[in-house]
């Protein structure tokens, strides 16, 4: 790709892969090269075979000479490039077929292609969106392939960079956006209409001071001063899933689970008809978590932590089987008859042990080297100046 890839996408028919990068451009790119295709890249594979073996056999000759140059610098890096022996490698060139479907003036962060029925009276097809965000706080909607130049709208609400989206599958016409802003927004995003406002804020707080009171009592001693451990950072969601799960009565629990950079923790929550989402439970991990994943029977949810470092970085509760430094799996199944979601603690013994030790460089506290910028790198989307809180 001529930009790095940040977010990707399917199209409903699967045949195409649609693809943003950090300049904000969207591609679409074939899933499988066609037959044409084939040629036309084993034709551009020759022609950069032919024009390297060609570079190799002509030396380098600058074009500069010391009557043109008359700096010492310049005469310096003229020097270097006449000892230079041969012509620098040639390019690399995109050898495969994509289309530019649409941009974006900011650094792009999410996409979605979502179909959505234009009837269930007709047989028209499902019409296709495609909904991308960026990092200054806007929501695209924009039609699908080979429309997706045409915008539909945009949700306007954030006041952050946004950087995830997600579309619960039982209902199309609803979006749930986060980024670093101190709550997620419920939009009918066909209307770009806000429907719900969920305060992540005190939700994280009240999850702290809880941990933080929880720990003291286990202790047994005197609990300090919440004012003295409140956290007042700011806040950046790294992943939201919404899924089905199993009730007790056999029916159907809709769900959204959040994880936010640098917490301890994932949050749960109840998802009604009317698009309000209610805090379910809060599970605790031994790290912050970097990446999370959900099973297609959305009864398993794998998560990934990778440092010791985080909102919650005061408290040393570590589950069975995760490790409280490195990186480690850990494996949260739901429990109907519980209707919660519980870790699985010889599972995730079990991997991590298959694992191995992942060779991570640590200081004399435990905490990895440049993990806050390789491991949590969302909190650089924020533009300088704003919100440059911290744990107190």
Not at 239 to 251: C, H, L, N, P, R
Request: net charge negative; charged share 20%.
């Amino acid at each position: 790709m001529p930009k790095r890839p940040c977010a990707i996408a399917f199209t409903p028919d699967e045949a195409t892969i649609i693809c943003g990068d950090k300049f904000g451009d969207v591609y679409a790119l074939p899933l499988l090269c066609s037959d044409g295709n084939k040629e036309h890249l084993s034709h551009i594979e020759t022609d950069k075979a032919g024009q390297k073996s060609h570079a190799a056999e002509d030396p380098f000759v600058p074009s500069a000479t010391l009557r043109t140059v008359h700096t010492q610098r310049n005469q310096e890096t003229l020097k270097h490039q006449q000892n230079q022996k041969s012509k620098k490698s040639v390019k690399n060139t995109i050898s495969f077929e994509r289309g530019l479907l649409f941009g974006h003036v900011s650094l792009l962060t999410d996409l979605i292609c979502v179909p959505v029925p234009r009837s269930t009276t007709t047989n028209l097809q499902d019409r296709t969106y495609i909904i991308s965000a960026d990092r200054d706080e806007h929501i695209r909607v924009s039609r699908g392939m080979p429309q997706a130049h045409i915008i539909e709208g945009f949700c306007l609400g954030h006041t952050q960079f946004i950087s995830r989206l997600c579309i619960p599958h039982w209902n199309p016409q609803l979006l749930i956006s986060g980024g670093g802003d101190d709550y997620l927004l419920i939009w009918d995003w066909l209307s770009s209409r806000i429907l719900h406002k969920v305060d992540l804020r005190k939700l994280i707080v009240d999850y702290f001071e809880y941990q933080y009171s929880v720990r003291s009592d286990q202790e047994q001693e005197p609990t300090v001063a919440i004012e003295g451990v409140q956290w007042n950072g700011p806040i950046a969601v790294s992943d939201i899933f919404a899924f089905e799960v199993k009730t007790v009565s056999g029916g159907l629990q809709k769900q959204v689970a959040l994880a936010c950079e640098g917490v301890r923790g994932i949050f749960f929550f109840n998802f009604s008809e009317d698009g309000t989402m209610i805090h379910a439970g809060t599970t605790t991990t031994a790290a912050a978590i970097t990446a999370l994943s959900l099973s297609s029977d959305h009864n398993c949810i794998a998560y990934a932590i990778g440092s010791n470092e985080g909102i919650t970085s005061q408290l040393d509760s570590v589950g069975e089987g995760e490790s409280p430094k490195g990186t480690s799996i850990g494996i949260l199944e739901y429990d109907t008859m519980k209707g919660s979601w519980e870790k699985n603690g010889s599972l995730m013994s079990t991997i991590n042990n298959a694992l191995g030790s992942i060779p991570t460089d640590m200081d004399e506290q435990g905490r990895l080297y440049g993990s806050e910028s390789f491991l949590h790198s969302l909190e650089t989307l924020r533009k300088r100046g704003q919100d440059e809180n911290h744990l107190t």
